[in-house]
């Protein structure tokens, strides 16, 4: 039986609102588990396992187990990987009063030489940048950095992550795309947050990104399907720019002449995700709830 139904229970279904309770009803009927051309073949509980869980255990969307040297072709984890191997060699890493990176370590990581993002519109940067922000954020979002004495210092516990590049890419890169607090980077609440679906995402380039198409087809292919609170473009930026760019996984073009952005997939994405075909869940009969 899935966590979920442990997790709710009978008195926890009855603490949700009528029309919450009847979203998960219909999520664990016959009707919600069957494959849906509005989800590309999958069920709506697979897209609420997508949303939900990103690329946990029920989730069709897999991170494969590869070699070493695949996941450090991915830009934001090569430099992930090695802000961590800056701080294995000082033991640690003394954030400037502002609680940013240091210049030093800042010009050590090259960032422009790996990756070149711009923030969003009316976001100002200091010398760390928004990709440094982000490493710096994401290592204490994932708990393998703590401060200690103004210094950003490992969480002894994070060894076992830090020394697997599988576990490593897996905990960062679903982080990111799923969990991270987005308000320490540009103010908006999580929700409204434009990296979203991406799980979905990779369905959609596994079957149509083999060819270059208008950036516009995966966000409307997505958007549609629930009202997620943001503005198209928000969600081409964050989701393709900012995260499926960064982490190598699509080339994003501008054609001349042309104001839109084209999308295919990367090698790498082959190389590292994993797409099961559609199995419907088999699930014991939900228990009854009273109105």
């Known amino acids: 039986m899935f966590d979920l139904l442990h997790k709710f229970g009978p008195q926890g279904f009855n603490a949700l609102s009528d029309e919450e309770r009847d979203f998960y009803q219909m999520l664990f009927s016959e009707e919600g588990r069957q494959p849906n051309p509005f989800f590309e073949g999958y069920s709506h509980m697979d897209f609420f396992m997508m949303l939900q869980f990103g690329y946990g255990a029920f989730s069709p969307v897999q991170i494969k187990e590869t070699d070493d040297e695949v996941y450090m072709k991915s830009p934001m984890f ?48 200091d010398h760390e940048g928004l990709v ?14 703590r401060m200690q004495n103004k210094r950003m210092v490992f969480r002894k516990a994070s060894l076992k992550v830090r020394s697997d590049n599988h576990k490593l890419f897996s905990l960062l890169f679903s982080t990111f795309s799923i969990d991270l607090d987005w308000k320490q980077i540009d103010g908006l609440p999580a929700f409204k947050r434009g990296i979203m679906g991406c799980p979905f995402q990779f369905i959609l380039l596994k079957n149509y990104g083999h060819i270059s198409k208008n950036c516009s087809f995966y966000s409307e292919s997505f958007l549609r399907l629930g009202d997620f609170g943001f503005e198209e473009q928000n969600y081409l930026w964050y989701t393709f720019e900012l995260c499926l760019q960064a982490w190598g996984f699509v080339v994003i073009e501008k054609k001349e002449h042309s104001q839109d952005y ?16 559609f199995k419907e869940f088999v699930i014991e009969p939900i228990m009854s709830v009273s109105k």
């Open 132 to 145: 440094g922000k982000l490493l710096r954020l994401l290592l204490f979002e994932c708990n393998i950095v």
């Open 262 to 277: 084209f999308v295919r997939r990367s090698a790498l994405l082959d190389e590292i995700i994993h797409i099961n075909p």
């Open 78 to 125: 090569f430099l992930a990987r090695k802000l961590c191997d800056i701080i294995e060699r000082e033991g640690y890493i003394k954030l400037s009063k502002e609680g940013l990176l240091p210049l030093d370590v800042m010009t050590e990581l090259n960032v422009q030489d790996r990756l070149n993002l711009n923030p969003p519109a009316g976001t100002c940067m």
